[in-house]
């Protein structure tokens, strides 16, 4: 399939399952053509995809790894070459490998790094430059309670998305008035494989809604957050989980 004319061309980084296949359907439902990238799940990028055409939208998958430079500025003048322009996208990419800090070895540490943080940086230059040149465009980036609150065992996870809010509010500040914007979304715990082995019951005692998330909840807020109706809102950090402070 190919976007039609009037399509907002939107890449979405992780966009296999969880939080990230929340998104995509969530931006084909308000008319998006979808670029939902995947590392490894093909099958479940696959199923993304049929779930945007059922929603009446259109999409593609595509391969690659954030983490490396080189690869993903090539994919982003593939997409910007093919479909004619990038107008959002979605850093959603991300990994936890939790542990005590003086217990963590430095793949641990600095593969978590690389895919928030680094990856960020890997797709986001390359995009913005699009978007320069047109003065036109939305990124959000989803980062986590992580970044804002302690979380014991997640230092590397806290550091990359912290870092990932510090980054993408400068660079909001840099792009501001070319038309660029640039948000963030800070979801709490939400139901996805990234908490499985969470101890939910125990958890849900410190949320003041006492449930945990769903990925839809947290989709909405970016799709508002690409939409019209939040135009003059950039540099923020949006948290969505259930009152956590």
């Given at each position: 399939?190919?976007?039609?004319?009037?399509?907002?061309?939107?890449?979405?980084?992780?966009?296999?399952?969880?939080?990230?296949?929340?998104?995509?359907?969530?931006?084909?439902?308000?008319?998006?053509?979808?670029?939902?990238?995947?590392?490894?799940?093909?099958?479940?990028?696959?199923?993304?995809?049929?779930?945007?055409?059922?929603?009446?939208?259109?999409?593609?998958?595509?391969?690659?790894?954030?983490?490396?430079?080189?690869?993903?500025?090539?994919?982003?003048?593939?997409?910007?070459?093919?479909?004619?322009?990038?107008?959002?996208?979605?850093?959603?990419?991300?990994?936890?490998?939790?542990?005590?800090?003086?217990?963590?070895?430095?793949?641990?540490?600095?593969?978590?790094?690389?895919?928030?943080?680094?990856?960020?940086?890997?797709?986001?230059?390359?995009?913005?430059?699009?978007?320069?040149?047109?003065?036109?465009?939305?990124?959000?980036?989803?980062?986590?309670?992580?970044?804002?609150?302690?979380?014991?065992?997640q230092a590397?996870?806290?550091?990359?998305?912290?870092?990932?809010?510090?980054?993408s509010r400068?660079?909001?500040?840099?792009?501001?008035?070319?038309?660029?914007?640039?948000?963030?979304?800070a979801p709490?715990?939400?139901?996805?494989?990234?908490?499985?082995?969470?101890?939910?019951?125990?958890?849900?005692?410190?949320?003041?809604?006492?449930?945990?998330?769903?990925?839809?909840?947290?989709?909405?807020?970016?799709?508002?957050?690409?939409?019209?109706?939040?135009?003059?809102?950039?540099?923020?950090?949006?948290?969505?989980?259930?009152?956590?402070?």
């Amino acid at each position: 399939m190919t976007a039609k004319d009037d399509q907002q061309i939107a890449i979405i980084t992780g966009g296999s399952k969880g939080i990230g296949r929340a998104i995509c359907v969530e931006l084909a439902r308000c008319g998006c053509y979808t670029v939902i990238n995947y590392l490894g799940d093909k099958n479940g990028a696959e199923q993304t995809l049929a779930m945007v055409q059922d929603v009446g939208s259109q999409g593609e998958i595509y391969q690659f790894d954030v983490r490396d430079e080189e690869i993903t500025e090539k994919a982003v003048e593939d997409i910007a070459e093919r479909l004619g322009s990038i107008d959002i996208l979605i850093n959603n990419a991300g990994i936890i490998a939790d542990g005590l800090f003086m217990m963590m070895s430095p793949d641990n540490w600095q593969s978590v790094i690389d895919t928030s943080l680094h990856g960020f940086y890997n797709l986001t230059r390359p995009v913005i430059e699009k978007m320069v040149r047109r003065r036109k465009g939305t990124i959000v980036s989803i980062s986590s309670a992580s970044s804002l609150m302690a979380h014991r065992g997640q230092a590397n996870y806290s550091a990359a998305k912290a870092g990932l809010n510090a980054a993408s509010r400068g660079v909001a500040c840099e792009v501001a008035r070319l038309g660029i914007r640039v948000n963030v979304v800070a979801p709490g715990l939400i139901e996805t494989e990234m908490i499985r082995n969470v101890p939910k019951d125990q958890i849900k005692a410190m949320i003041p809604m006492s449930r945990i998330g769903r990925p839809d909840e947290v989709a909405r807020v970016v799709g508002f957050l690409c939409s019209d109706a939040a135009s003059y809102m950039t540099g923020q950090i949006i948290s969505v989980n259930g009152g956590m402070f």
